[in-house]
């Protein structure tokens, strides 16, 4: 099995993909005060749960390192050894690592937070599944995993995120049965060059009881 055809992995983007990604950054990520308080949200949450967090998919690195301005110990994975370099040359304090998703070299429970900021684009929805069960195994009791995602209506979930999106129940739903509780559930209007409602979905794994 080759690391694209693992469960929930997103194809490796190309040397020119990353290239055009190190630019200077625009603006702080993210760019939008909505998406920003999703985010802060989630720091806090993760923050208050203890243990580092994983930016899974995180590309360039610029919200891993957006994350460690908020007082998180963020670290960053992607399956593209092009886009792990960009992150640690941009960012050589913060650890980046290549590998896919949906495998993370990531003891059982170890982790505060996972956070996926997009990225699901390039996986299918019959991969999410063993995308979230991972999310849900790396997360120690009481962490939070976030979800940014193109949204599509509910009446028409899409079967491929990045081209379609994905109805935000149905995110809500397959978190649920990888065992992650929803807590919120954000859905906010197209913008600029935005082509669909962007969604956030925050879930947490159940505290000991």
């Not at 170890?110 to 849900?136: D, M």
């Amino acid at each position: 099995m080759t690391a694209t055809s693992r469960p929930g992995a997103v194809p490796a983007p190309s040397a020119r993909v990353a290239v055009d990604h190190a630019g200077p950054p625009r603006d702080e990520p993210p760019v939008r005060p909505l998406d920003r308080a999703v985010l802060d949200a989630f720091a806090a949450y993760a923050r208050g749960a203890g243990g580092a967090v994983a930016d899974v998919g995180c590309g360039p690195g610029r919200v891993t390192a957006y994350l460690e301005r908020r007082g998180v110990r963020a670290f960053g994975v992607d399956l593209s050894p092009a886009m792990v370099a960009v992150a640690r040359r941009t960012y050589p304090g913060l650890r980046f690592e290549v590998g896919p998703m949906a495998a993370l070299d990531v003891a059982d429970g170890a982790l505060g937070g996972v956070l996926s900021w997009y990225g699901t684009a390039q996986g299918r929805v019959e991969e999410l599944p063993a995308l979230f069960a991972e999310f849900a195994r790396v997360l120690a009791p009481g962490g939070y995993a976030l979800i940014a995602f193109e949204a599509a209506g509910e009446e028409h979930p899409g079967d491929r995120p990045g081209a379609y999106g994905t109805a935000p129940g149905l995110i809500a739903g397959l978190l649920g049965e990888a065992g992650l509780a929803e807590v919120a559930r954000v859905l906010r209007a197209p913008d600029g060059r935005e082509r669909a409602p962007q969604g956030f979905a925050l879930a947490r794994k159940p505290p000991r009881s």
